[in-house]
């Protein structure tokens, strides 16, 4: 429990929030971020920075999720997120750590085999920026 309690452990738990919280498992991943930070305040960027890397690995294994579906799946995808998604393309994913329609979102983006790159840059800089508010908080 000690080493939980550590910089370094305490970046793991931190990384395993984000992960988890970017599935479909109801998860708040600020509310571990801003506790480590509260423990932690001298690992704002680090902190910060493995987040941004967990949750937008979260969000990439749902992307992967959507590039797996068969074409007949449209009709169980979020119609919000597909018409978001063909009006702003890969650019959209940057929302993807939204509540609810995140998830849509990234699967959405693997169905209609945005370019994978792209998702991944666009998906990590809108999660860099959430986490850089939260900390700012």
Excluded: K
Excluded at 29 to 42: I, K, N
Excluded at 80 to 86: D, N, S, Y
């Amino acid at each position: 429990m000690e080493h939980l309690l550590s910089a370094e452990g305490g970046l793991v738990a931190v990384f395993a929030a984000s992960l988890l919280a970017a599935t479909v498992v109801p998860f708040s991943s600020e509310a571990v971020l801003w506790g480590y930070l509260q423990m932690h305040p001298d690992a704002l960027w680090p902190a910060v920075l493995v987040a941004t890397l967990g949750n937008t690995a979260g969000g990439m294994s749902t992307y992967l999720i959507g590039r797996l579906l068969p074409a007949r799946a449209q009709t169980r995808l979020d119609p919000r997120a597909l018409r978001f998604l063909a009006r702003w393309g890969s650019a959209a994913t940057a929302l993807g750590w939204l509540p609810v329609l995140g998830d849509g979102l990234c699967l959405a983006a693997g169905w209609l085999r945005c370019n994978a790159l792209a998702v991944l840059v666009c998906m990590a800089l809108g999660r860099f920026a959430r986490y850089v508010a939260v900390a700012a908080i």
